[in-house]
């Protein structure tokens, strides 16, 4: 039987695994979603937990695809690094420079979301 370390390692590409599980960052302009216009909602990448809807979604100019609520709160998990995501994966960070109505951005890595276009 395999440890979650080793089940998120078979199920995750390299990058997707160090972003993910060890906290890191993709570059800024050069993830799949951070001008993406296509309607639908966005799961976590290792659990499939919905998390996202494309309509709040807005391009902030960061280079990472950023949202300014998600579908439940009880979908995120918020930590003191302001890193988050249920299952214990890093989604990104969450800024209080976002527009109404909620004054939050959801700074978030592409490699850490997949899109479920409608």
């Excluded at 960070?93 to 592409?110: A, K």
Aim: proline share 4%; glycine share 10%; net charge negative.
């Amino acid at each position: 039987m395999k440890d979650k370390d080793g089940i998120w390692r078979e199920k995750l590409s390299e990058e997707e695994y160090y972003v993910c599980r060890k906290k890191g960052t993709e570059r800024a302009f050069s993830g799949e979603y951070w001008d993406c216009k296509v309607a639908g909602s966005y799961v976590c990448k290792c659990c499939e937990e919905l998390l996202f809807l494309s309509e709040h979604k807005y391009d902030s100019g960061c280079g990472w695809p950023s949202f300014y609520q998600p579908i439940k709160s009880a979908a995120l998990e918020e930590t003191r690094d302001t890193s988050f995501g249920k299952c214990g994966s890093h989604l990104g960070h969450v800024f209080e420079d976002g527009p109404d109505p909620t004054g939050l951005r959801y700074c978030i890595n592409s490699l850490s979301i997949t899109l479920n276009p409608k």
